[in-house]
């Protein structure tokens, strides 16, 4: 499948080497959860899942989602703040227990359960035993008797905002309740709710709503919600708002599917981003710039380990390390300045200075440039063979760059285009050709977004990416086999036929997971870990076994018509006795005179494909082959071989 045409690695520079987790820009995440404290809230309701009967209350559900998104962020978000905050309560609280207060302000009905900050092992401990531990709870969990002001809640969590986090570039406050309509018709309040929830846009938190529909009534967010709660970007209002998806709502009619519901949704809104790069330009002509953040949705995670310790001392220590190079004939130890880096060449090393260095891999300042445009048909499948980099519009270098991304997106998506790039991800990376592509928002069955809108570059393969399918002969099975087999396919199809990743996790890495909670938390170790990627062999054999059986039987039946029909001839001939004799007598044949025989052959192949420049496509045995019977080292990679023939051939 590889094509002449595709641009050559070699032609514009070393591939882009592999990133590590530190390449990527942290962006930190202040979540705040604001659980509405109500009799409505605190009524037990009955779970809709006939496996699981147990009742349970929507403000603990709420409570027990804060607790697992600590538990989770502790481990893939080490750096994120996270705080839980109830209102409607009879005890008021504005600050910790080890803490003075914050002033003189006072928020009535206000209770600051976990402050916002870094999650600890104690505080995950405290909110479990709350939610755990029903006197506990019942201290705290009681509703006022007055009604609560939404003006004195988004007041408080202004404060705490700023407080806490005030250079966070993520900045969420997370409102569950069951009242639609907190203000009724009360003018004054509902105007004063409007006025904080204008200041927190203007900070540029985002209010996140997750409401619960009671038992006799349908959350209604026209009442209230709508007025308090932005859709469009707070740096560029007039951008289109399909760009910010709107806040779902959870049906919770039927009760407690409400702790997997509002789980599930709070996950979503609050997956963990990495940036790739942030505020790169994208240009789209001439003197046409807009901005750009870059993010990798797809990447591979694997436990990180964040320290060492020391355990040698009384307590554990956390290790600082120091790295000291060393001459290996002296022992002297190496200055930073005495060390030069070289490349191998011809069997010689050239060596560069670090200015030199970076000199060699600068191609310029990072940036996407759009080169053209091609038909979404003309890119074919297997060209995706590194992961996609999602772009998403910036404000802060280019006002305005929302709107013209829009456009772009809308355009591509409309007409079924690709956009082609020059792509620079970042510094000394090398570039590459990439296919920009619009992608589609996609929600699931409750309609929670599983990928936003956007563009989606695919870096476009290089020539010694893609391999040449092997010349091999098709052969086509008998047809029932066909027919039998495609039943057994459809009966081991995936329910709706969509394979979704997220529902299956990495054992290995959920396993080292699960040790160092039952570690940090003082929990029992478990026994096994839990694996999803396992097949459901009772399921498998229920739904397939009896066609798989009826294949087997089928195929022992053409195998059998097939071996009756060509009968059983043999292309080996007996050698006569005399010229076995003269074989033994003469010995094995000796493999100097085969290689002889052969390497006519073999040069002939090899300076064909050096008249055509398709060295890389020879085998790498061909290549040591070829070198060995010159004479020449054949140890080495391929492109060392491809090299040492190269310069074999240019010397004859």
């Given at each position: 499948m590889a094509d002449d045409n595709y641009p050559r690695e070699d032609d514009i520079g070393d591939e882009e080497e592999e990133l590590d987790e530190t390449s990527y820009k942290s962006i930190r995440d202040a979540v705040l959860f604001a659980i509405e404290v109500s009799d409505s809230m605190l009524q037990p309701r009955p779970s809709a899942d006939p496996r699981k009967p147990s009742q349970e209350s929507p403000a603990t559900a709420a409570l027990k989602c804060a607790y697992h998104l600590m538990q989770q962020r502790i481990i893939s978000n080490p750096r994120d703040m996270i705080g839980v905050l109830l209102y409607g309560t009879k005890l008021s609280k504005f600050y910790d227990e080890d803490e003075k207060s914050r002033g003189d302000l006072s928020y009535p009905n206000c209770y600051l359960l976990t402050d916002l900050d870094i999650p600890s092992a104690h505080e995950v401990l405290d909110l479990r035993s709350l939610v755990e531990d029903e006197d506990k709870a019942q201290d705290v969990l009681v509703p006022s008797e007055e009604p609560v002001s939404m003006a004195n809640l988004l007041f408080c969590a202004n404060q705490i905002f700023t407080s806490k986090a005030p250079n966070f570039s993520s900045r969420r406050l997370f409102i569950v309740t069951d009242n639609d309509n907190p203000h009724g018709s009360n003018k004054s309040l509902r105007s004063a709710a409007t006025v904080r929830a204008k200041d927190l846009y203007d900070l540029g938190v985002i209010i996140e709503l997750f409401p619960i529909s009671q038992i006799e009534h349908e959350f209604d967010t026209s009442k209230f919600y709508d007025d308090i709660i932005y859709k469009a970007s707070p740096i560029d209002p007039d951008a289109p708002a399909y760009l910010n998806p709107d806040s779902k709502t959870t049906d919770a009619q039927d009760g407690i599917s409400l702790l997997n519901g509002l789980l599930s949704s709070i996950n979503s809104k609050s997956v963990p981003r990495r940036a790739h790069f942030s505020n790169m330009s994208l240009e789209l002509g001439p003197n046409m710039k807009i901005s750009v953040s870059g993010y990798l949705l797809f990447k591979r995670q694997e436990p990180a380990r964040s320290c060492f310790v020391w355990l040698g001392g009384e307590q554990p220590q956390i290790a600082k390390g120091v790295t000291t190079q060393i001459a290996d004939d002296t022992a002297r130890t190496i200055e930073k300045w005495e060390i030069r880096k070289a490349y191998k060449f011809g069997g010689d090393q050239v060596s560069f200075t670090p200015e030199e260095q970076k000199g060699l891999k600068d191609f310029g300042e990072p940036v996407i440039r759009i080169i053209g445009f091609k038909p979404l048909s003309a890119l074919p499948f297997w060209a995706n063979v590194k992961h996609s980099t999602f772009i998403y519009p910036s404000e802060e270098d280019y006002v305005g760059s929302t709107r013209v991304f829009?456009?772009?997106?809308?355009?591509?998506?409309?007409?079924?285009?690709?956009?082609?790039?020059?792509?620079?991800?970042?510094?000394?990376?090398?570039?590459?050709?990439?296919?920009?592509?619009?992608?589609?928002?996609?929600?699931?069955?409750?309609?929670?977004?599983?990928?936003?809108?956007?563009?989606?570059?695919?870096?476009?393969?290089?020539?010694?990416?893609?391999?040449?399918?092997?010349?091999?002969?098709?052969?086509?099975?008998?047809?029932?086999?066909?027919?039998?087999?495609?039943?057994?396919?459809?009966?081991?199809?995936?329910?709706?036929?969509?394979?979704?990743?997220?529902?299956?996790?990495?054992?290995?890495?959920?396993?080292?997971?699960?040790?160092?909670?039952?570690?940090?938390?003082?929990?029992?170790?478990?026994?096994?870990?839990?694996?999803?990627?396992?097949?459901?062999?009772?399921?498998?054999?229920?739904?397939?076994?009896?066609?798989?059986?009826?294949?087997?039987?089928?195929?022992?039946?053409?195998?059998?018509?097939?071996?009756?029909?060509?009968?059983?001839?043999?292309?080996?001939?007996?050698?006569?006795?005399?010229?076995?004799?003269?074989?033994?007598?003469?010995?094995?044949?000796?493999?100097?005179?085969?290689?002889?025989?052969?390497?006519?052959d073999l040069q002939e192949e090899v300076q064909k494909h050096y008249q055509k420049g398709t060295l890389s496509k020879l085998t790498v045995a061909v290549l040591k082959d070829y070198l060995t019977t010159q004479g020449r080292s054949a140890a080495g990679k391929k492109a060392d071989l491809v090299e040492r023939v190269e310069e074999l051939l240019e010397t004859k």
């Open positions: 829009s456009a772009l997106y809308q355009k591509l998506l409309r007409d079924k285009k690709v956009a082609l790039v020059w792509y620079i991800a970042r510094k000394a990376a090398g570039p590459v050709l990439g296919a920009m592509i619009a992608g589609e928002e996609k929600v699931d069955e409750n309609g929670i977004q599983k990928f936003p809108p956007g563009l989606w570059i695919t870096p476009l393969p290089f020539a010694d990416d893609v391999r040449q399918n092997p010349d091999a002969p098709l052969q086509v099975a008998p047809e029932p086999l066909i027919d039998q087999m495609r039943t057994i396919i459809q009966q081991l199809q995936l329910p709706k036929g969509i394979y979704e990743p997220q529902k299956y996790p990495n054992p290995s890495l959920q396993w080292h997971y699960r040790i160092l909670q039952a570690l940090a938390l003082d929990e029992d170790l478990p026994e096994k870990p839990e694996d999803r990627t396992l097949p459901k062999y009772r399921q498998i054999h229920k739904r397939a076994g009896d066609y798989v059986l009826s294949w087997a039987e089928e195929l022992d039946k053409q195998y059998e018509m097939i071996s009756a029909s060509s009968g059983p001839k043999s292309t080996l001939a007996k050698r006569p006795a005399k010229d076995k004799d003269a074989a033994d007598k003469a010995g094995p044949p000796s493999k100097k005179i085969k290689a002889e025989a052969n390497s006519g």
